[in-house]
């Protein structure tokens, strides 16, 4: 592991333990501390902030490679340039639900829609 690797390593274990940190403390505002909580509520709790992690980097993964996409893109069926412009829809991951911004391309001579690879 060179030593990038390593500071992005300890930064994202740094965080982690701050959103960690964070949930504690709501969890403890809702007054889940002020008994013995059952395991399964802890979990749920930890489970949600992991879940909303993953929807927040599927989106920002997904602006990346949108941000990777060419501006033209050739039609897959008949080989005319397209230009390819932004499109943002809303998906279900198994997460829950993630607002995806996509390169899309219209080719009017086949009156179709393709999503362009990112090759």
């Avoid at 490679?65 to 991951?93: D, F, L, N």
Wanted: proline letters at 3%.
């Amino acid at each position: 592991m060179d030593a990038k690797q390593a500071a992005r390593e300890a930064r994202k274990k740094e965080l982690l333990q701050e959103l960690a940190e964070i949930k504690i403390e709501e969890l403890r505002e809702q007054g889940v501390f002020s008994g013995v909580p059952h395991y399964s509520v802890l979990e749920q709790a930890a489970s949600a902030l992991g879940k909303e992690l993953s929807c927040l980097t599927q989106e920002r993964a997904a602006g990346e490679v949108r941000a990777e996409s060419a501006a033209e893109a050739v039609c897959p069926t008949c080989g005319t340039k397209c230009q390819v412009e932004t499109k943002r829809r809303e998906v279900a991951s198994i997460d829950g639900r993630v607002t995806l911004e996509e390169a899309a391309a219209y080719c009017p001579r086949c009156r179709r829609s393709f999503f362009p690879s990112a090759d």
